[in-house]
């Protein structure tokens, strides 16, 4: 058992230092450590049950090892900037003040076909629009456009501000059940959503969503595909 | 900091297992190492019926033992001690001594790789 023990622990290192080793286009959108920890997981959780000779405790004894691993890791990432860049690495900036870092995208083996596929997919389609681009821990392209291409805000248009139009929708009611918190956040009483089902001829049974904003806007959806009704 | 204390106790758990493991396979085989011990005057006088009384003895201890083991230790390798111990009994009746000793070193070798699998060492790791 003590074997099993320190072999995960060892397993768990060299996965980690070989993820690192080939670099953030292996990883997607996972840390090195949460991907480690995902591979070993899903294949030291098979053991026991593709072999019944396998006590059950082989594989439940890493598994807990390779948890108190990962939790240990964000432990160590959170409280030391060091282990933060051994563990997870850091961000590189892939474009800077418009300008390409050839010598950034060389080190991470990004070709110019992979910066525009992953500007692409952050919805940029000129590279000229771009101001500022870091590639993640986690592999993902974040992009921070110049100013003339960056869509235009109502604080730009200087657009008056309604009241409450900050309010983001809540569900109210899901598979015809109320959401008695959600109409705490909105201020509105759950009487009030039971008069407008009322108006419309419906009971909260009969809704499969309801979703409502402090400024009493609300979606409905009725059950049994009968059509949705927006006000 | 509940996450981290979780995992503190579950490792604490599994190192714990890890040492309850190797102290139990450890006594299992010195276990089986004293009343295999006690083989050696019957086996050398031939004595049939004391030897298969010994043999009986180690057998029940196995089968207790066994129970115990089976949460730890990969089955198949512990089905091969049980084999072999339920041979004892009728080898050492039938007089067939040879035999008889042939299976109790196949017994004591395997117990042994099992404790061969369980000890930290840098060939286990490797």
């Not at chain 1, 009030?192 to 089902?197: D, G, M, R, S, V």
């Not at chain 1, 402090?214 to 409905?220: I, S, T, V």
């Not at chain 2, 900091?1 to 995992?7: N, Q």
């Not at chain 2, 404790?115 to 790791?125: G, H, K, P, Q, S």
């Amino acid at each position: 058992m003590g074997v099993i023990l320190l072999r995960t622990i060892v397993l768990y290192t060299l996965i980690i230092f070989a993820l690192r080793v080939m670099g953030k286009r292996q990883i997607g959108e996972l840390q090195a450590s949460e991907l480690v920890v995902t591979i070993l997981v899903s294949n030291i959780a098979t053991l026991s049950i593709e072999d019944m000779n396998v006590p059950i405790l082989v594989s439940v004894l890493p598994i807990f090892t390779l948890m108190a691993c990962e939790v240990g890791a964000s432990v160590l990432t959170m409280k030391s900037n060091t282990m933060r860049k051994i563990i997870t690495g850091n961000p590189c900036i892939i474009i800077r003040d418009g300008m390409i870092d050839q010598r950034v995208m060389s080190e991470l083996r990004w070709s110019t076909e992979d910066l525009v596929d992953q500007l692409r997919i952050a919805n940029i389609f000129d590279v000229g629009e771009v101001s500022c681009a870091i590639v993640e821990t986690s592999g993902k392209l974040s992009v921070f456009k110049k100013f003339e291409s960056r869509e235009a805000t109502a604080g730009m248009l200087k657009i008056p501000i309604e009241n409450e139009c900050d309010s983001p929708s809540m569900i109210v009611i899901s598979d015809g059940k109320f959401v008695p918190d959600a109409f705490n956040f909105c201020n509105i009483k759950q009487e009030w959503a039971e008069q407008e089902l009322k108006k419309q001829n419906l009971t909260v049974g009969d809704v499969f969503l309801m979703t409502l904003n402090r400024r009493a806007q609300y979606y409905l959806c009725v059950k049994n595909k009968k059509g949705g009704a927006k006000k | 900091m509940k996450r981290v204390i979780i995992c503190a106790v579950l490792l604490a758990v599994a190192i714990s297992l890890s040492c309850y493991s190797y102290y139990k396979v450890t006594e299992v085989e010195k276990g089986i190492q004293e009343r295999m011990e006690a083989f050696t005057q019957p086996l050398s006088e031939k004595d049939k019926e004391t030897l298969g009384m010994r043999a009986d003895e180690l057998e029940s201890y196995w089968d207790q033992q066994e129970s115990r083991l089976i949460h730890f230790v990969r089955h198949s390798h512990l089905d091969v001690i049980t084999t072999g111990v339920a041979r004892l009994p009728e080898l050492a009746r039938g007089g067939e001594f040879g035999e008889f000793s042939a299976e109790v070193a196949n017994i004591k070798r395997q117990i042994e790789h099992i404790i061969d699998n369980e000890r930290l060492t840098f060939t286990n790791l490797v």
